[in-house]
């Protein structure tokens, strides 16, 4: 018994540590219990290459002129986010014709957006957000109309 009574300090000092550990365990599925069903995450907005109104809510997501940015996207992809280019002048271009030829380019959608000419090529929405970005800083300049 007197060794029963010695631990009895340390479980009292112990019980808000433990109290504290259970509450952040539970936490998490209280919030989900309390959400429900509104807590799924969205669904992904489908785009299909080829289809240029399919990338209509991501260019309205990100702020751009709808009609204006799916002209520019038949005009510099087919409306197809995975095409490559690497030619004289350019090089990258996927869905908006986002240009890494240069090393100043390279820096620029990089510094801007996190673009490099890897990560771009199966990622529709971030060419649209680097295209967003180009789009506020530059007006319509990058695609010369």
Not at 24 to 43: F, G, K, V
Not at 98 to 103: E, Q
Not at 119 to 133: F, I, K, S, T
């Amino acid at each position: 018994m007197a060794g029963g009574v010695h631990l009895l300090p340390r479980l009292l000092e112990a019980a808000p540590v433990i109290r504290h550990r259970l509450a952040a365990a539970a936490l998490p599925l209280i919030l989900l219990a309390q959400c429900e069903p509104q807590c799924d995450p969205p669904e992904p907005t489908a785009v299909v290459p080829g289809d240029c109104s399919s990338y209509a809510a991501l260019f309205a997501e990100y702020g751009l002129p709808v009609a204006l940015f799916e002209r520019l996207a038949w005009r510099e992809s087919g409306c197809n986010h995975t095409r490559y280019t690497d030619n004289r002048t350019d090089l990258g271009g996927y869905l908006l014709g986002l240009n890494f030829r240069t090393a100043n380019l390279r820096r620029g959608w990089l510094s801007w957006c996190g673009a490099t000419v890897s990560n771009l090529r199966h990622d529709p929405e971030r060419q649209v957000a680097c295209a967003a970005e180009a789009y506020q800083r530059l007006g319509l300049r990058p695609w010369r109309t």
